[in-house]
C-alpha cells in the first residue's frame, strides 16, 4: 500500500472551515483514497472516499489534485464534535484491508 | 439498523491463558475485518474473513487466528497471551468490498495481567 504523510496535529476554531492535507506520492493508478476518523473512545468511522475526482458527501468534502499525489479533506463547519484522530488511506480496490498511519490529530477550540 | 456488536467490551486475561473475541457484522455484511490498536502500533490489520474463508492476513504470529461462520459473525481467537497484547480489538465489516466503506465497532479492550 502506498505511504501517506499527515500533519501530526491540527487545530480549527469552531465554525470555521477546516483544511486536512494528506500526501500519497507513491500512489498507483488503481488505489483508492479513503479517509476514516476515529473520535475518542470508539472505532474508526468512514468518512469520505474518492478516485480521480473531487467527492462530497453530507459529512466532509474531498479535494484530489490533479496528479493524485495529494488530497484534502475539508470539514466545511467544525463542530467540537469534530474533534477527533483522521487516517488517510490510500487502498486498491480488492485489497480488502485499511493500512492506518498515524493520522492528524484535530482540536476544535470553541 | 443495527451496528457492528463487539463482546465483550472489556476483559482481562493472564498471561498464558487464551482468549475469544466476538464480533456480529451489519446485517447483510460479508466481510469482517479484525485490527488492533495498540499507542504504540497504532491500528494493525490482524485479517479478513469472507464467506467464511480467509481472504487476507496481516503479520501477526499464528497465536492470533480467526474464523468466520456462515452467518457472518466472527470470532478472533489468541492463546498463550503475552503482556503485549493488551490492546483495543477491532471489529469492522463490509458489504464484501472496502470501496463502500467499513463499519467499526467500538472494540474490545483486552488487558494482560
Known amino acids: 500500500d502506498a505511504k501517506t504523510t499527515q500533519p501530526n496535529s491540527m487545530e480549527s476554531n469552531e465554525e470555521e472551515p477546516v483544511h486536512l492535507p494528506c500526501n500519497h506520492s507513491t500512489i498507483s493508478g488503481t488505489d483508492y483514497i479513503h479517509w476514516y476518523r476515529q473520535l475518542p473512545s470508539q472505532g474508526p468511522e468512514y468518512v469520505i472516499h474518492g478516485l480521480t475526482s473531487n467527492v462530497n458527501n453530507r459529512m466532509a468534502s474531498l479535494a484530489i489534485a490533479e496528479d493524485r499525489k495529494s488530497s484534502t479533506l475539508i470539514l466545511h463547519r467544525a463542530t467540537l464534535r469534530d474533534a477527533a484522530v483522521y487516517y488517510c488511506?490510500?487502498?486498491?480496490?480488492?485489497?480488502?484491508?485499511?493500512?492506518f498511519g498515524t493520522g492528524t490529530r484535530l482540536t476544535i477550540i470553541p | 439498523k443495527a451496528g457492528v456488536t463487539q463482546t465483550p467490551r472489556y476483559l482481562i486475561k493472564t498471561r498464558g491463558q487464551q482468549v475469544t473475541l466476538s464480533c456480529s457484522p451489519i446485517?447483510?455484511?460479508?466481510?469482517v475485518s479484525w485490527y488492533q490498536q495498540t499507542p504504540g502500533q497504532g491500528l494493525q490489520f490482524l485479517f479478513e474473513y469472507f464467506s467464511e474463508t480467509q481472504r487476507n492476513k496481516g503479520n501477526f504470529p499464528g497465536r492470533f487466528s480467526g474464523r468466520q461462520f456462515s452467518n457472518s459473525r466472527s470470532e478472533m481467537n489468541v492463546s498463550t497471551l503475552e503482556l503485549g497484547d493488551s490492546a483495543l480489538y477491532l471489529c469492522a465489516s463490509s458489504l464484501g468490498t472496502g470501496l463502500y466503506g467499513y463499519t467499526f465497532g467500538s472494540g474490545t479492550r483486552l488487558t494482560v495481567v
Open positions: 488511506i490510500i487502498s486498491n480496490f480488492g485489497n480488502e484491508k485499511l493500512t
Open positions: 446485517s447483510g455484511h460479508r466481510s
